[in-house]
């Protein structure tokens, strides 16, 4: 007879993946309530620590690696993918954002000079320090890169927490000596979600068995200082419609047409349905800074920012929302036929 | 390799064993330190697995349910094997230091003034 707590320690298991469930539900639910007394089981309930180990479970199964069905695969490689395209963003706009004021201030007036200092001394020492802490955390964000890519999972989890930190002080508002009542903007909000959105990628989907992180193309070096190159270019060609999404956008662009180049030389070669991984990961990435460009672009507009700035910034949005757009359709169509694949008990995915 | 991936290799070491059989087994070894959770539990055998360190080695139907016993290959005796050797050697380095310190520390007690550590045997 089933009692109340099998049927409770069911229902948690529901949270695993069907393929998963047909494999293990007996033997796991056989190992749980094994040597427990039967007539305690109706007024027990399966302990937190127990549903967390089964929460973690449900993500290591369905960010799967190789060895999963394929559908878990490809889901685990874009996620990857994902976390490590957004840390590289996300690294070399910290990198960009404190380069270019560099440069800019090696060369400015003595008293824009001051100006620059006083956001840092001007407020007495708490501010000082809280302000300097939100010019430096960023920082970690390369670090965490340099991390990923030599495989030293926690300590790149760790640093994205630092990196993404930051971006809940600006939630607050209080750094920006503004009070605690006040509203974040739009902006401030879709930031911090894409600077949390990776740290959850990089939590879930580099798991123990999850295989090395690797950038697709190129070597990651001259990977991150291209993209610095380029959205530090993108600024200072162009500095009167430039903005803080503006560097973003126009590497993920940029990214975007290259994906779909090498798509249609692939294609013109023969080769078959893509790999929903890349095309995926770019899409979630194209939309988070999507995202980011059209709360800017409500604030710009509701600024009355100068008109070329607007329009720059509209001709970014569209660019995104194409790219996102076809980057998702090519996607989910690699990623249909992958669980077509798992439904009808194909190979696993090597 | 993990301090759960680490005890679940040695408690298959002397016979196959299922799934509460190695959680009770594990929790033995450790003196009670390691509690495993049955999620925990499956994640690591599912890695074992799939590196070829255990296998599974029969299934029985224990009041209905299944169970399944599972057994230490000749992979998973080799790594656990270089896995001890490398915590044996590194409590070894430990010992050894901490043997090696040890005496100077004695040594050093009876002429350190409290208070005053950082001129322990300076005899000016």
Redesign the interface.
């Known amino acids: 007879m089933t009692t109340l707590l099998e049927q409770r320690y069911r229902t948690v298991l529901r949270m695993l993946p069907a393929y998963y469930r047909a494999e293990r539900e007996e033997e796991m639910v056989e190992t749980y309530l094994d040597d427990m007394d039967e007539a305690d089981q109706d007024l027990a309930r399966p302990a937190w620590g127990e549903v967390a180990s089964i929460v973690a479970l449900s993500v290591r199964t369905r960010l799967g690696s190789a060895g999963a069905p394929p559908r878990y695969a490809a889901i685990g490689s874009a996620v990857r993918l994902f976390a490590l395209l957004s840390v590289a963003l996300l690294a070399a706009d910290a990198l960009t954002q404190r380069a270019l004021p560099a440069a800019w201030l090696t060369g400015a007036a003595p008293k824009d000079r001051a100006d620059f200092m006083r956001t840092f001394t001007g407020n007495g020492v708490l501010m000082g320090v809280a302000q300097t802490l939100l010019w430096v955390l960023p920082l970690a964000w390369p670090v965490a890169y340099a991390a990923l890519l030599r495989d030293r999972r926690r300590a790149a989890f760790t640093l994205a927490l630092l990196g993404a930190a930051p971006s809940l002080s600006y939630l607050v508002g209080r750094p920006m000596g503004q009070g605690l009542g006040v509203a974040p903007s739009a902006l401030t909000v879709v930031t911090a979600a894409t600077a949390w959105l990776t740290v959850a990628a990089v939590g879930c989907g580099y798991h123990s068995d999850a295989p090395p992180a690797r950038l697709p193309f190129a070597p990651a070096g001259p990977a991150l200082l291209g993209t610095c190159v380029l959205m530090g270019g993108s600024m200072v060609v162009w500095p009167q419609g430039a903005d803080s999404v503006w560097g973003s956008g126009t590497v993920v662009v940029a990214a975007g047409c290259a994906w779909w180049v090498a798509r249609i030389r692939a294609s013109r070669r023969g080769a078959g349905t893509p790999e929903p991984a890349l095309p995926l990961a770019l899409a979630v990435l194209g939309t988070v800074v999507l995202a980011q460009r059209c709360a800017l672009m409500g604030l710009l507009t509701s600024a009355q920012a100068p008109y070329s700035t607007i329009v720059g910034g509209e001709i970014q949005a569209a660019a995104l929302a194409a790219l996102v757009a076809t980057l998702t359709v090519s996607g989910t169509r690699g990623l249909l036929a992958r669980t077509k694949a798992t439904a009808a008990g194909a190979a696993p995915h090597a | 390799m993990?301090q759960a991936a680490f005890f679940i290799l040695t408690a298959l070491i002397d016979e196959p064993r299922?799934?509460?059989g190695i959680?009770?087994e594990v929790e033995e070894l450790s003196d009670g330190e390691v509690q495993l959770?049955?999620?925990?539990?499956?994640?690591v055998l599912?890695?074992l697995a799939?590196d070829g360190l255990i296998e599974l080695d029969r299934e029985e139907a224990?009041q209905g349910?299944?169970?399944?016993y599972y057994a230490l290959t000749d992979d998973g005796a080799s790594a656990l094997s270089a896995e001890a050797e490398r915590m044996a050697a590194g409590a070894r380095t430990a010992t050894r230091r901490m043997a090696a310190h040890r005496p100077a520390d004695a040594r050093a007690q009876p002429t350190t003034r409290p208070g005053r550590p950082g001129l322990a045997g300076g005899g000016a």
């Not at chain 2, 959770?37 to 994640?43: P, S």
């Open positions: 993990t299922h799934g509460y959680v009770r959770r049955v999620g925990t539990l499956y994640g599912d890695r799939a224990q349910r299944l169970r399944r």
